[in-house]
């Protein structure tokens, strides 16, 4: 019998409606659209308002789009892993939560906590499950609602990030498409330069950590920077090699959204043109989570059967990776 392999075979996302422009900052904070394009590649993002609605919501909505296109009901699901790190609360899991409002009612889930790292490593996690053979329907969503930690009077920090959710559908395949290798890698000492410094064990809420603003994204941008370019670029290098793959057999790299600069670093340490390169960062900023399934969603009519697709993503922790997914279908 042939190996089973985890085949990406759905592909659905959530983006709010309202967008958050470059000229819209510039009445917030001292900042200016030329700075922002020209230092991140931003020109707007897109925030989820409205009274009590959390990241579960806009996960919920693109969990049911990706049922839709496939054709398929809640109740086969097997499982779901959900990739942020802005939950709708401390416990229980968002996934769990996802699944209440997606009618998933046959399946577990969990949170898988690693910054933008979160759905690659959701996405190796979804595939051993499927590779197993004990779970035919996994689904795993990537989704952020950033603005609900972003301290919109810290410039550093407030142009950068949007809201959004982005989520794929895992089936067995016995013809070899789908995710064919992960390297993934964490090293916690980097947790100084990029975290939230109360609201957990180490320091929980009070009336000094809100004062404080304690309960925002701390980061040191510029160290981040620096360790963003070389983790992503070497580790989607080594991806290549131990796989024999040169730029010529990959038809697209899916970079975690973060900053251009550190995009176009990581395609050239690859050797890929730019064309195929995907990047969207200009539309909705960086979503942490859900910035690698956004790709694929918006990019799938230009998917086709057989395309070598190097996923690759670098975020707090740190924690970083690349996947190579040989993809399953076309779907124009
Ligand atoms: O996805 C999770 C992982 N995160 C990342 O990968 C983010 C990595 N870091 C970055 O993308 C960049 O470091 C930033 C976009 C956050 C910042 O860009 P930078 O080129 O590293 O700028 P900087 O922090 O070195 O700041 C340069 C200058 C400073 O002014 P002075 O000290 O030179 O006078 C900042 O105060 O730019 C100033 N600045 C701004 N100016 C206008 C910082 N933010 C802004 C702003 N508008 N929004």
Known sequence: MSKITAAITSVGAFLPEFRLTNALLETMVETNDE???????????????????????????????????????????DCIICATVTPDMVFPATANIVGDKAGLKNAFGFDVSAACSGFLYSLTVGTSLVESGRYKKVIVVGVDKMSSIVDY??????????????????????????VKDSLLRSDGSGRIFLHMKAGGSLKPSSMETVQAKEHYIYQEGQSVFKFA????????????????????????????????????????????????????????????????????????????????????????????GATWVKWAYDSK
């Not at 993002?45 to 909505?61: Q, V």
């Not at 064309?275 to 790709?295: R, S, W």
Request: glycine content about 10%; some cysteine.
């Open 35 to 77: 700075w922002i394009k020209t230092r991140t590649g931003i020109d707007e993002r897109r925030i989820l308002k409205g009274e009590g609605l959390a990241s579960s919501d806009m996960a919920a909505e693109a969990v049911k789009d990706l049922l839709a296109k496939r054709g398929i009901s809640a109740e086969e699901i």
């Open 153 to 178: 009077t810290d410039r550093a920090t407030c142009v950068i990030f949007g809201d959004g959710a982005g989520a794929v559908l895992l089936e067995p395949n016995e013809e070899g498409y789908g």
């Open 229 to 320: 370019v070389k983790g992503m670029a070497d580790i989607s290098y080594e991806l290549m090699e131990r796989n024999n793959l040169t730029a010529d057999d990959i038809a697209w790299l899916v970079p975690h959204q973060a900053n251009l600069r550190i995009i176009d670093a990581t395609a050239n340490r690859m050797g890929l043109s730019k064309e195929k390169v995907m990047i969207n960062i200009q539309k909705y900023g960086n979503t942490t989570a859900a910035t690698i399934p956004l790709c694929l969603w918006e990019w799938e009519k230009k998917l086709n059967k057989g395309d070598n697709i190097i996923l690759a993503a670098f975020g707090g922790g740190f924690t970083w």
